[in-house]
């Protein structure tokens, strides 16, 4: 099975002069806990809704006056979309994240693939071996 048979290809970016603020709100929208941070498919980082409480909040700073580029993690932690999934768990093992950006030949974002995406869409021997890679407590989990 391949990486971009269970991706999910529906995400936005958000660029990283954007405030915090606008970066919460569309996670709030989407539905979901992680944005790619960049602009015409150019990826510098990701922010997730733990950068936001971790970096912003718990500093006592306002989420309209950090912008996302001060706030999100700029590692990229990535795989390409014609990768077997296996390979993809193995790479989420290794850097203990829950989520990999995904891009195509040329480079190009195309999509995310989650632990999530891999307990819904492969069977249960794939299932359970991507669930042992759940991240450390502690661990930055994007």
């Given at each position: 099975?391949?990486?971009?048979?269970?991706?999910?290809?529906?995400?936005?970016?958000?660029?990283?002069?954007?405030?915090?603020i606008e970066a919460a709100k569309k996670m709030r929208v989407l539905n979901v806990?992680?944005?790619?941070?960049?602009?015409?498919?150019?990826?510098?980082?990701?922010?997730?809704?733990?950068?936001?409480?971790?970096?912003?909040?718990?500093?006592?700073?306002?989420?309209?006056?950090?912008?996302?580029?001060?706030?999100?993690?700029?590692?990229?932690?990535?795989?390409?979309?014609?990768?077997?999934?296996?390979?993809?768990?193995?790479?989420?093992?290794?850097?203990?994240?829950?989520?990999?950006?995904?891009?195509?030949?040329?480079?190009?974002?195309?999509?995310?693939?989650?632990?999530?995406?891999?307990?819904?869409?492969?069977?249960?021997?794939?299932?359970?071996?991507?669930?042992?890679?759940?991240?450390?407590?502690?661990?930055?989990?994007?």
């Open positions: 099975m391949r990486v971009r048979e269970i991706m999910t290809r529906d995400f936005e970016m958000i660029g990283p002069e954007e405030p915090v806990p992680v944005l790619p941070v960049g602009g015409d498919n150019a990826v510098i980082g990701m922010i997730t809704d733990r950068d936001i409480v971790v970096r912003v909040a718990a500093n006592g700073k306002k989420a309209k006056n950090v912008m996302v580029k001060d706030a999100m993690s700029p590692q990229i932690v990535s795989c390409l979309q014609d990768e077997d999934i296996e390979d993809a768990i193995k790479i989420m093992r290794i850097k203990q994240v829950a989520r990999l950006l995904v891009f195509d030949e040329d480079n190009n974002v195309v999509g995310v693939l989650s632990l999530g995406d891999i307990a819904a869409k492969t069977d249960l021997k794939i299932s359970n071996k991507a669930l042992e890679t759940v991240p450390h407590k502690g661990r930055h989990t994007y």
